[in-house]
């Protein structure tokens, strides 16, 4: 999260750096403004992540081209947030992508029991949701 990467954006755009506390999971976030769009980079810490990165993706924002996670690495990094919201979030990626999103999570759980419990207690809420 050093700032000499970020400051080479300051002429294109408006950076907000908050770093996470030292018991944090997360580095912290990074909020891009730039022409009228804004955008949170999560910066993460744990030994995983890396490989999201190597997985990425990129987008066009305004004149510059940024790496993004792919759609069922957002839905791991929800599932390690954990937080009310984070899993809403996955509940509706999920409506929106059912079938290929879900098997895509499950073949990057593995291996990772804490995401798999959050992962199964999900969908067995929203499976219970459905029915009801």
């Known amino acids: 999260m050093g700032g000499g990467f970020w400051e080479s954006w300051e ?7 908050r770093r996470g506390d ?3 999971p997360l580095a912290g976030v990074v909020r891009v ?6 955008l949170d980079l999560v910066v993460g810490r744990e030994p995983w ?17 940024l790496p993004v ?3 069922a690495d957002l839905v791991l990094l929800k599932l390690f947030a954990g937080g009310p919201q984070d899993l809403l979030d996955v509940e509706l990626l999920l409506a929106a992508h059912p079938g ?5 999570v499950e073949r990057q759980l593995k291996g990772r ?3 798999e ?4 207690r999900l969908l067995m809420r929203s499976s219970s949701n459905r029915l009801s």
């Open 113 to 115: 029991s804490a995401l």
């Open 22 to 24: 030292p018991d944090d």
């Open 33 to 38: 403004r730039a022409e009228g769009e804004i």
């Open 69 to 71: 996670v792919s759609r």
């Open 49 to 65: 992540m890396p490989a999201v990165l190597e997985r990425r993706i990129e987008i066009q924002l305004g004149s510059r081209v």
């Open 100 to 104: 290929d999103l879900k098997a895509e």
């Open 117 to 120: 419990k959050t992962w199964k």
């Open 11 to 17: 002429a294109s755009a408006k950076i907000e750096i």
